[in-house]
Antibody, heavy 117, light 112 residues
Framework: EVQLLESGGGLVQPGGSLRLSCAAS????????MTWVRQAPGRGLEWVSG?????????YYADSVKGRFTISRDNSKNTLYLQMNSLRAEDTAVYYC?????????WGQGTLVTVSS | DVVVTQSPLSLPVTLGQPASISCRSS???????????LNWFQQRPGQSPRRLIY???NRDSGVPDRFSGSGSGTDFTLKISRVEAEDVGVYYC?????????FGQGTKLEIK
């Protein structure tokens, strides 16, 4: 059974940083592309960042986070990361880790990031 | 960028009646490999999204057969043949053909 467990969310001040983690199990993590999707309170889904799978890793970012967020992965730990810098109020959302890139299938339960002073 | 537009945004439906959600893209979603990367997700209240349909019309394992997807090019539809109470939630289409990938605005299905 695929499991994706996000952690690292919390309250941070504007301009601050957070690193989200997604621990994956139940599938061959290194061979799969992975994605971060967020959902602001009461809003729809927003694609944030993606990482290709095995081999030379390619990363993708939405314009809204480019230059501020960095996606990375540690295949030895079956873990996906999202380093978030220069956080803004509009980054407040539940952040979901999802398996896949163009064919996202499994999702984690999400971790809440709140950017507020 | 490709714009994905869903309609309606709100869908009140009587139990046992059919429902239909439209998803239109500003460009054809046929990829160079011949596939069309248009997926449908369901998000029940308080839950994470769940994929229902991938590549237009392929139903995921465990998804009831009352859900079906169709369409081509720029025009796609998710249909529920007979709505049940457990179908309440928000439905999203997502295109994975053109970078940046993206979701529609969501359609909120409620029981009338």
């Amino acid at each position: 059974e695929v499991q994706l467990l996000e952690s690292g969310g919390g309250l941070v001040q504007p301009g601050g940083s957070l690193r989200l983690s997604c621990a994956a199990s139940g599938f061959s993590f290194s061979t799969y592309a992975m994605t971060w999707v967020r959902q602001a309170p009461g809003r729809g889904l927003e694609w944030v960042s993606g990482s290709s799978g095995s081999g030379s890793v390619t990363t993708y970012y939405a314009d809204s986070v480019k230059g501020r967020f960095t996606i990375s992965r540690d295949n030895s730990k079956n873990t996906l990361y999202l380093q978030m810098n220069s956080l803004r109020a509009e980054d407040t959302a539940v952040y979901y880790c999802a398996k896949g890139l163009v064919l996202i299938d499994d999702w984690g339960q999400g971790t809440l990031v709140t950017v507020s002073s | 960028d490709v714009v994905v537009t869903q309609s309606p945004l709100s869908l009140p439906v009587t139990l046992g009646q059919p429902a239909s959600i439209s998803c239109r893209s500003s460009q054809s979603l046929v990829y160079s490999d011949g596939n069309t990367y248009l997926n449908w997700f369901q998000q029940r209240p308080g839950q994470s999204p769940r994929r229902l349909i991938y590549k237009v019309s392929n139903r995921d394992s465990g998804v009831p057969d009352r859900f079906s997807g169709s369409g081509s090019g720029t025009d796609f539809t998710l249909k529920i043949s007979r709505v049940e109470a457990e179908d309440v939630g928000v439905y999203y289409c997502m295109q994975g053909t053109h970078w940046p990938y993206g979701f529609g605005q969501g359609t909120k299905l409620e029981i009338k």
